[in-house]
């Protein structure tokens, strides 16, 4: 599948912190690398960041939510379809990422998605496809008023800005799908944070985009955004992917005041949380000399 690409005029922001994500009971936490860390403060305990989405889990997540849970038949059967719907969700954040960079998308030479983090190659569905197609519908709408500029893809935001005490500023890190320059109708580029979604809209997507934002601009001070929208892409359509039918392109105002509020609800929930990290397993074994005693043969 091709998809006509805009050219990039700037290069990609990359993150100033390299950053190493930790998949843990407790959530998604984030913290700088080793190297980086060893390098800039040898002397200091490395600082470890819960997830936004993390963050978020202190919130309710609604009457929809919680019927369909308990309409399924087990907790586990409910989980593993959540899994999967990750899973789809994963695919297409990847696919729209690689057509960003100009890449083109055969799904006739690569039929199969291979799954990172478990090593899985997992068949590409008609759906799938029609997220594509919704999705490169949407880059050429936005293109009607000029091209499209991408500043930044799937970038890791750990940032460590602190107030006159030394204390952190921003306890969460997080990861930022897109941010775009796109001109508008009135022939103004304008930019903004678009998060990719293939689910339905939940009022806390505004509270996500809400900390990426801070995140972005106390990392990025030389780059406010204009704008913060989720791109809802659909698959149930039937003939064309239009406006409305293949995608939803929902705005969301900022809301500062009301995310503090939910971070500090969910650190008080949680009992002001720690990352723990599984004890280190050996990867070789043997015995002593003198504990290894074969029987000669006969």
């Known amino acids: 599948m091709a998809a006509t690409k805009k050219k990039e005029a700037v290069e990609l922001l990359q993150t100033p912190i390299p950053v190493e994500r930790h998949d843990l009971s407790s959530g998604r936490w984030y913290s700088a690398t080793d190297t980086y860390w060893d390098k800039h403060f040898p002397d200091t305990p490395k600082i470890y960041k819960r997830s936004s989405t993390t963050v978020e889990n202190a919130i309710d997540k609604g009457i929809g939510f919680n019927k369909w849970l308990g309409n399924s038949p087990t907790y586990d059967a409910a989980m593993e379809y959540a899994n999967y719907r990750a899973t789809i969700g994963t695919m297409v954040h990847d696919y729209c990422e690689r057509v960003l960079r100009g890449i083109e998308v055969d799904f006739l030479k690569e039929p199969k998605w291979l799954n990172q983090e478990t090593g899985e190659l997992i068949t590409v569905t008609r759906e799938v496809q029609k997220y594509m197609m919704s999705f490169t519908q949407f880059c050429e709408d936005i293109s009607q008023n000029g091209n499209f500029i991408t500043e930044a893809l799937e970038i890791c935001m750990y940032d460590l800005a602190t107030d006159n005490e030394g204390n952190q500023l ?120 003198a504990q290894v005693q074969l029987k000669e043969s006969a």
């Open 170 to 289: 921003h306890s969460w890190a997080g990861t930022a799908d897109w941010v775009v320059k796109i001109v508008n109708k009135k022939g103004v580029e304008e930019r903004w944070m678009i998060d990719f979604k293939t689910g339905n809209a939940y009022n806390t997507h505004q509270l996500q985009l809400t900390s990426y934002k801070i995140l972005f601009e106390s990392l990025f001070p030389d780059h406010q955004l204009d704008g913060l929208a989720c791109l809802y892409l659909k698959s149930g359509w039937r003939k064309k992917p239009t406006t409305g039918k293949g995608y939803t392109f929902k705005k969301y105002k900022p809301d500062i005041e009301t995310w503090n509020k939910v971070v500090a609800v969910s650190e008080w929930a949680n009992n002001y949380p720690v990352p723990s990290f599984p004890q280190e397993l050996p990867t070789t074994f043997s015995l002593k000399e």
